[in-house]
Structure formats: structure tokens, C-alpha cells
């Protein structure tokens, strides 16, 4: 940025807000009065302790640092600034002011590092962040080193520094080119041998981004089907790949994987708090609803979280975002993911097990199903139970129904379900995702006007029974199934859109009674009656 007189300096840089970076301006002034460094405009302990760190790397890089008085503002005042990333441009800051450096190095650059004490220049979390907002201002990007990302060659220029003693001579270093690093872990569903009906819903899931709980004793395949997911889900778009990696960036965490395509995939342990959940902390960082934004949740022991973590999940599997509400403002993160969960039937595991007996009493099994509690249950389109296969089975490894034969089922399903909105003249997706009230009526859900069906909150209950094109004898069907099982108006609409998922899958422009059923039967269980 431009320079005012020889005493004061200016560099522009940022802070991280949410996964956004606001611009800051840095400015220095030196003058006369007791020595000294002051930083002000609302800078936080890590800011403050910038004074010493940028002493003493100035010193360590031959630079003049006289005891002077030294007035640091980052502007504007109002804004609550956090993280050493404002090491790097405080010290050009000075350097400009004092004239020990071309003020053309930091002109039109945003300028953002982390300094050592001996004058080396670090990156810091939040790159991606840091590299849209330069392209926005239309600047050029200065940091420590670092990896080439999404944004680096819309920026003006990226040059890395990695040492301050490298100001003299202008001799700077592009960002280094990521390099693929082959993984030695392949997933593929053809480990998992028989499971047919557990692989078809989580098919149906994928297809339809639809949330599923897997329900079944210890050893059952579970957590294997579960990490499995991502190899059926199709892979990122551009957008989505930099909205994912935007979010890893600012936490710290890798995104390579991400920016070639591959959906995040989160599995935190049951014992995670609140904040490391749906987010929180000081400064605000996001959670596992984020990291997972695009992708996959996933909750093994679901009952074993704290029941008030699992509420928490309400919102962001309703609104698609998290908004975390503190004394300083309002922090907004996406949440746009897919909730896949697994769970005991009991304690012990083996409540319902025909091949063991269950310990457990039915109090303690009542009270272990109860933790996950209704609301979120609601949200679940789809529960599977998931038995242990047997002995000759699990030797089969290797030959069971492969990811890419059930990619190319939800592939298949996706496109139908594109050609079929096109047909229609809709172009969104329908999935139940926000502000589904109570009901037990069919006609009670088309009548209400906020019954959102889709994860932009843009299509109403009637988008989506319009898509499905239900017979009379369909609508007859459902009506009865949701007053016999009770289900509420979220419940119906769950289950119209996993039916409308299966007959996409099937190629099928309405939504047939065997639809219906097998939407239901992923719902409740004892359906033999209704069969015959």
C-alpha cells in the first residue's frame, strides 16, 4: 500500500472471521516519547505479543530497531483482531516507516506471516482465506512459506518470504507446487462381503444425501461401511472444493485431498464437547459440522455423545450452517453435510441378537436408545439394521458388490434426477432439510407453506410431492403408513424424498406404492402386515 511521510508506514494485511478474511490496515508511527512499542485496535494476547517477537526478528535480520516510540494501529478500531499473523506486516510496517526498505516490496500487497526470533518467516493458518480476499481487492498476496492453493493464480502475484533479511535485496520465492501424494490406504466396498441390504441404503443414502443410522451388535461392519461412504459419493465440484478447503485452511488442516476432489470425511469420538462439535472456542474456529461441510458425518456410538451434543446437531442438519452468537458479533459457518451414524441396540450389544443373549435389562435399553432422543431421530431418513455376517462370508473378503459398482448407481440416480428437475422446469435438488412441522396429514403437509424440502431452503412440501407424482392409490398408501406409524410431517417428507431417491435410482418418473414401501420399511420395521 502507499506510504504517508517517513514516519509512517502502511501495509495491508487481514484477520480471520468465520472462514472469511476481513482487510486490516497496519499502520505504524515512529516518533518521539518514551520507548516503546503500543498496539492498538483491538488486538488480542496473540497480537499484543507480536511486540516482542517483532524485536527481537528485526534484530536478528541486521534491521535498526532503536528504542523509539512505536504506535501501532490496525484498522479500522472496531474490529476484534487475533492470531500472529500480524507479525510480518507490523514489522514492514516499521521497516517502511523508517525507510530501511522499498516501500515497493509491500505496495498493493496483502501481507500476512508469523515471525521467529531469528528473523524467519512462518505461514499461518487460513491461506485460502487470505488468498480470495487479495483477489477480491485485486492485490498481491506476501506470507511465509507456503503450498500453491485455489486461489494463487487469480492473485496478483504470491510471493512467500522466509526470512526478513531477504527485504534488502528483493530476492523472493513463489509458493511451492503441491505435490499428489499417493494413498496407501484403498477403501472399497468389495471388502464387505453379503450386507446387501446395509451397502442398498447406504446406495440410496448417497444418492439422495440422505441421513442414515446403522443399528447392530459389536463386529457387525458398521464402522467399515461407514468409512467407506466416500467412495460412492461423486466428487466435488469446483465450488465445493474451495468451500471445503476454505474451511480446513482457516483451522490449520490439510486440504489437499479436498482440492483433488475427495469429499471430507469426519468420525470425531463420542467424547468430543460441544465446541469441538458444531464449533467455538476464542478466537471462534469451527467444528466437525464444518470440517465435514460437502461431505460425510460420521457418529460412531451415537448414544454414547452427550445428549446435548447431539441436540446441537439440529440446527446446522435443518439451517446447513452453524451460527455461533458471542459478545463481539455473530460468526456464521456452513454445515452442509451428511449425517451417517452407528449405534448398539443396547449397552451390551446384543439386544434382538439371535446368535447371543442380550444382559441388558429393559430399563437400561430404554434408557441407551433414549440418548439419541426424537427430534434427531426424526431427521434420519434412513435406519438399517446391520447383522454380523457369517464365518464364510467374512473369507470372502474381496468378492462382495464393489464401490464402483454402487458409484455408478448414485451417478445413475443423480443424472436421472438432473434430466427429471430439467424436465420439470426445476433446477434444485429435493431433499427434506429445514422447518418440517408436526403432522400426521398428507394434506396437512401440502398445505404448509414453510415445509422446506431442499438443502437451499428454496423448495416447499408441494415442490416435492409435485415431483413424486403420487397415484391415488399412493397418496391412499402413504396416508395410511403415516397414521399407523405415526409419523410427523418431517416424517412424511423424509419419506417422500427417499422414495423419490429410489425411483431415480430406478429410472422412474412417479413414485410407485414399491417405493413407498421400501422408503418406509428404512423408517419402521414390522411392515409384514402392510406387505400382505
Request: glycine share 8%; charged share 20%; net charge neutral.
Amino acid at each position: 500500500m502507499a506510504i504517508s511521510g517517513n514516519k509512517v508506514g502502511f501495509v495491508a494485511t487481514a484477520t480471520i472471521s468465520g472462514v472469511d478474511a476481513t482487510p486490516v490496515m497496519a499502520e505504524v508511527s515512529v516518533g518521539s516519547g518514551l520507548p516503546g512499542i503500543h498496539i492498538v485496535g483491538m488486538p488480542d494476547t496473540a497480537v499484543q505479543e507480536a511486540k516482542q517477537r517483532v524485536r527481537q526478528a528485526l534484530k536478528a535480520a541486521k534491521f535498526e530497531m532503536r528504542n523509539r516510540f512505536v504506535v501501532v494501529n490496525l484498522a479500522p478500531a472496531s474490529l476484534r483482531k487475533s492470531g500472529s499473523g500480524f507479525d510480518l506486516p507490523i514489522a514492514l510496517a516499521y521497516l517502511v516507516a523508517t525507510g530501511q526498505i522499498n516501500a515497493e516490496h509491500v505496495k498493493n500487497r496483502l501481507c500476512v506471516g508469523e515471525l521467529s526470533l531469528d528473523g524467519s518467516v512462518k505461514a499461518v493458518p487460513g491461506q485460502l482465506a487470505y488468498e480470495r480476499v487479495a483477489h477480491q481487492n485485486n492485490w498481491g498476496l506476501m506470507t511465509g512459506p507456503a503450498m500453491s492453493g485455489a486461489y494463487s493464480n487469480q492473485c496478483q502475484e504470491h510471493i512467500c518470504l522466509e526470512h526478513l533479511a531477504q527485504l534488502r535485496s528483493g530476492d523472493f520465492i513463489p509458493p511451492a507446487q503441491g505435490e499428489q501424494i499417493p494413498s496407501f490406504e484403498h477403501l472399497d466396498f468389495s471388502d464387505i462381503a453379503a450386507s446387501d441390504l446395509p451397502k442398498r441404503a447406504l446406495q440410496i443414502a448417497a444418492a439422495g444425501s440422505h441421513n442414515l443410522l446403522m443399528i447392530g451388535p459389536p463386529g457387525s461392519g458398521k464402522s467399515m461401511m461407514a468409512s467407506r461412504l466416500p467412495t460412492i459419493l461423486p466428487h466435488l465440484s469446483e465450488d465445493e472444493r474451495v468451500e471445503s478447503a476454505l474451511i480446513h485452511s482457516v483451522a490449520g488442516l490439510p486440504f489437499d485431498d479436498i482440492l483433488e476432489g475427495k469429499r471430507p470425511f469426519r468420525a470425531p469420538h463420542h467424547g468430543a464437547s460441544r465446541a469441538g462439535i458444531v464449533g467455538g472456542g476464542n478466537p471462534i474456529q469451527p467444528g466437525e459440522v464444518s470440517f465435514a461441510h460437502n461431505g460425510v458425518l460420521f457418529l460412531d456410538e451415537l448414544p454414547e455423545f452427550a445428549p446435548a451434543v447431539l441436540q446441537l446437531l439440529r440446527q446446522p442438519l435443518e439451517q446447513r450452517s452453524v451460527s455461533l452468537a458471542r459478545a463481539h458479533g455473530t460468526v456464521t459457518f456452513p454445515a452442509n453435510f451428511m449425517l451417517v451414524a452407528a449405534s448398539n441396540p443396547c449397552p451390551c450389544g446384543y439386544y434382538n441378537d439371535p446368535k447371543r443373549s442380550c444382559s441388558c435389562t429393559p430399563t437400561q435399553i430404554a434408557r441407551y436408545q433414549g440418548r439419541i432422543g426424537g427430534p434427531l431421530m426424526d431427521r434420519i431418513e434412513i435406519i438399517v439394521d446391520v447383522w454380523r455376517s457369517d464365518p464364510g462370508n467374512v473369507l470372502d473378503t474381496g468378492k462382495g458388490t464393489s464401490s464402483a459398482q454402487l458409484h455408478e448407481g448414485v451417478l445413475k440416480a443423480q443424472a436421472f434426477a438432473a434430466w427429471r428437475r430439467a424436465k420439470d422446469g426445476s433446477k434444485t435438488s429435493i431433499t427434506p432439510r429445514r422447518n418440517l412441522e408436526s403432522s400426521t396429514s398428507l394434506s396437512d403437509v401440502k398445505n404448509q407453506s414453510d415445509l422446506g424440502v431442499n438443502t437451499n431452503g428454496i423448495n416447499k412440501g408441494a415442490a416435492l410431492l409435485a415431483a413424486c407424482k403420487l397415484g391415488a392409490k399412493e397418496r391412499s398408501f402413504l396416508e395410511i403408513m403415516a397414521e399407523r406409524y405415526q409419523l410427523s410431517g418431517r416424517g412424511i417428507m423424509c419419506t417422500l424424498s427417499v422414495s423419490r431417491t429410489i425411483a431415480d435410482m430406478e429410472e422412474s418418473e412417479k413414485v410407485n406404492k414399491d417405493h413407498l414401501l421400501e422408503a418406509v420399511s428404512f423408517r419402521k420395521k414390522d411392515l409384514e402386515e402392510v406387505r400382505n
